[in-house]
């Protein structure tokens, strides 16, 4: 036990710095030079370091140093979104860097399984050394089965399980708005100690919430928590909706979050209105409806960009706990 436990702190140490000797490293970790001797060769033979350039040392012979190799394992992460009415596949395959490979996009006419089981055996193919798939998806997923989404045919499609057992990789499922407000909250620091809330309004199809509580995110029972579509007296947000309709909705939405959960900021991604059009109506609201606190309401252009950074964060996060575990 002692062993593997040793070797996966020169393997955090090694995936922080990128490049040491085994003197550095001996120093760095805490280890004797003779140990970490054995640890090193036993990561340079499983591919996971490699040597180096020789480094000069002072007044001594040069040392051997050892680079990380960050493609020692790969992750795809797959995402489906709305886009002009039609469906898209994005395809990106990230190394343990966080550094994109290769990334792809495909759109469709409507959501294809046989075409994203397709994609994902190309990519797997060209890059064997891919140890995990992420997938974005707009709704939650039990047990591998996708019960609730605002895109019908992924309902019950089995589209997780298939993965799973085809391929025998391990497969990270994840909301997309869980995503995006994980990805907004690890770019703004300063809010990891907060309570955000995140509202995503997509053009033809309901919205959703994730929030963020002290650095943690919220799920819920089944993980369906800020399924909002199911909030009394909500519209059909598949039907045209005037401007108005749609302002007035997302107020009684706002109201209603505070109330329960009271957070210090709710993020909007939202393009059917202009943001002050939406201000000025929240802040009327907020007389006409008056409430014990309210919370900083903030506007986020990209919903793809936080969504991204959110779904990479976690991935990344789950293949370096794979390596780490493996160990063990």
């Not at 395809?91 to 006419?109: D, G, H, Q, Y």
């Not at 993965?163 to 499922?173: C, G």
């Amino acid at each position: 036990m002692m062993k593997y436990i040793n070797l996966n702190n020169v393997r955090e140490v090694m995936q922080q710095i990128e490049t040491a000797t085994k003197p550095q490293l001996a120093l760095l970790t805490n280890l004797s030079v003779v140990t970490i001797n054995a640890l090193i060769q036993e990561l340079c033979d499983g591919g996971e370091l490699f040597q180096d350039k020789v480094v000069p040392s002072n007044g001594g012979r040069p040392a051997q140093a050892y680079r990380y190799n960050y493609n020692f394992k790969l992750a795809l992460v797959l995402y489906i979104k709305e886009m002009k009415g039609q469906e898209l596949i994005s395809a990106t395959v990230m190394n343990l860097e966080n550094k994109v490979v290769l990334k792809e996009e495909r759109i469709l006419p409507a959501f294809d399984k046989q075409h994203m089981l397709q994609l994902i055996a190309r990519f797997i193919k060209e890059y064997p050394s891919i140890d995990m798939i992420g997938i974005g998806i707009p709704g939650q997923a039990v047990d591998g089965d996708i019960t609730v989404s605002s895109h019908e045919e992924l309902i019950h499609s089995h589209l997780i399980r298939e993965i799973e057992s085809e391929f025998q990789l391990k497969v990270l499922v994840e909301n997309d708005v869980n995503a995006a407000i994980s990805g907004y909250c690890t770019q703004h620091a300063d809010m990891k100690e907060q309570s955000v809330a995140g509202i995503y309004f997509p053009n033809r199809y309901p919205p959703g919430m994730g929030m963020m509580l002290n650095g943690q995110m919220i799920r819920g029972k089944n993980g369906m928590f800020g399924e909002i579509k199911y909030l009394p007296y909500s519209p059909d947000w598949k039907r045209d909706m005037s401007k108005d309709d749609f302002v007035v909705n997302v107020c009684h939405i706002l109201q209603t979050i505070n109330a329960v959960v009271a957070p210090h900021q709710i993020v909007i991604y939202q393009e059917r209105v202009e943001r002050e059009e939406l201000d000025m109506a929240w802040k009327q609201y907020g007389k006409d409806h008056p409430m014990p606190s309210l919370p900083e309401i903030v506007h986020q252009d990209s919903f793809q960009h936080d969504f991204d950074a959110g779904l990479r964060g976690m991935v990344l996060q789950a293949l370096k706990s794979g390596i780490l575990s493996e160990a063990l």
